[in-house]
């Protein structure tokens, strides 16, 4: 399961951070969306107080997390909004058939083959970095 924190009531919105970050990227906004919306926000695998996944990391494993996540806490179709690398997982989402609306933030990973080879390395560093600390 996921770490994750809650604030606020009316409709349920969830945030995803980008990679290498957590929770905390959110706290800036978190207050004034409670102010209208149950806003959940979650630590990805291997991020803030998340475990990290047992096998391959990769936006399709990751995406799975967060969609076992919603399913688990029975969420349902609630909104997303994502930030850089979860920008990139919420379209993920979508393109599932998530029927929540979406919200992506700077969406990382539309890269070509050179491109997708040098976040595949760095993404690679960053996880053996956090899994380290």
Do not use: Y
């Amino acid at each position: 399961m996921l770490h994750s924190t809650r604030q606020g009531s009316g409709k349920p919105l969830l945030l995803i951070h980008g990679v290498g970050s957590s929770i905390g990227n959110w706290n800036p906004v978190i207050p004034a969306l409670a102010a209208e919306r149950d806003v959940i926000a979650v630590d990805l695998p291997g991020c803030g107080e998340s475990a990290p996944l047992t096998g391959e990391t990769t936006i399709a494993t990751l995406t799975d997390s967060v969609e076992a996540f919603i399913r688990d806490a029975e969420l349902g179709d609630l909104d997303l909004v994502g930030s850089s690398m979860g920008a990139r997982m919420v379209m993920e989402m979508a393109r599932r058939g998530h029927a929540g609306t979406t919200v992506a933030l700077d969406p990382g990973g539309f890269w070509n083959d050179r491109q997708a080879a040098i976040f595949g390395t760095s993404i690679k560093a960053s996880v053996a970095l956090v899994r380290r600390i």
